[in-house]
T-cell receptor
Framework: TQLLEQSPQFLSIQEGENLTVYCNSSSVFSSLQWYRQEPGEGPVLLVTVVTGGEVKKLKRLTFQFGDARKDSSLHITAAQPGDTGLYLCAGEIQTGANNLFFGTGTRLTVIP | DAGVIQSPRHEVTEMGQEVTLRCKPISGHDYLFWYRQTMMRGLELLIYFNNNVPIDDSGMPEDRFSAKMPNASFSTLKIQPSEPRDSAVYFC?????????????????FGSGTRLTVV
């Protein structure tokens, strides 16, 4: 059983469309991070959210941390082919543990 | 800094052979992690070190796997003997822990991985 479930698992959309990816758990996280992984490379950190209800924007990407700090979402506006990749959420269970739990991942393909 | 450096990038070996994967973390980072990634199981934590000391190796699949960190700038993951089911991409990552115990905003820095194929 995965601690962090992401949905959808796969997503294929046309360039210019909007999309939302979800990261859900029954556990409370002290912080949550989103990573993007491109083929042949390791995951790269996009953002960290810490406070319940927090919203962070990174150009066309909007990240939200749930009020109860159990879930998060990533919304992409006007997707571009360069957004293609594997999106991973990762949660920190408790301060001081320094052990991130990674989600199951969402594989996004943006078709030109 | 050149980032986390892993070698080799690709490794093809025969079943039963010993495989050694290498990692150089970012200078100054005090945590080092070894992960394995497959399509079926996603990203799995194998073991992690703090200041060169192994903290949690509960993710190591079995005794065939071992990891060492002889100094702050080098770590190895060894599989002996290797089996076809060990085929995966192995990642090394490093991080710097906040004095108050909270993960710094820049999170984990991953290497480019080693793609291992055991035939």
């Amino acid at each position: 059983t995965q601690l962090l479930e992401q949905s959808p698992q796969f997503l294929s959309i046309q360039e210019g469309e909007n999309l939302t990816v979800y990261c859900n758990s029954s556990s409370v996280f002290s912080s949550l991070q989103w990573y993007r992984q491109e083929p042949g490379e390791g995951p790269v950190l996009l953002v960290t959210v810490v406070t319940g209800g927090e919203v962070k924007k990174l150009k066309r990407l909007t990240f939200q941390f749930g009020d109860a700090r159990k879930d998060s979402s990533l919304h992409i506006t006007a997707a571009q082919p360069g957004d293609t990749g594997l999106y991973l959420c990762a949660g920190e269970i408790q301060t001081g543990a320094n052990n991130l739990f990674f989600g199951t991942g969402t594989r996004l393909t943006v078709i030109p | 800094d050149a980032g986390v450096i892993q070698s080799p990038r690709h490794e093809v070996t025969e079943m039963g052979q010993e495989v050694t994967l290498r990692c150089k973390p970012i200078s100054g980072h005090d945590y080092l992690f070894w992960y394995r990634q497959t399509m079926m199981r996603g990203l799995e934590l194998l073991i992690y070190f703090n200041n060169n000391v192994p903290i949690d190796d509960s993710g190591m699949p079995e005794d065939r796997f071992s990891a060492k960190m002889p100094n702050a700038s080098f770590s190895t993951l060894k599989i002996q003997p290797s089996e076809p089911r060990d085929s995966a991409v192995y990642f090394c990552a490093s991080s710097l822990w906040h004095p108050l115990g909270r993960l710094k905003d820049y999170g984990y820095t991953f290497g480019s991985g080693t793609r291992l194929t055991v035939v």
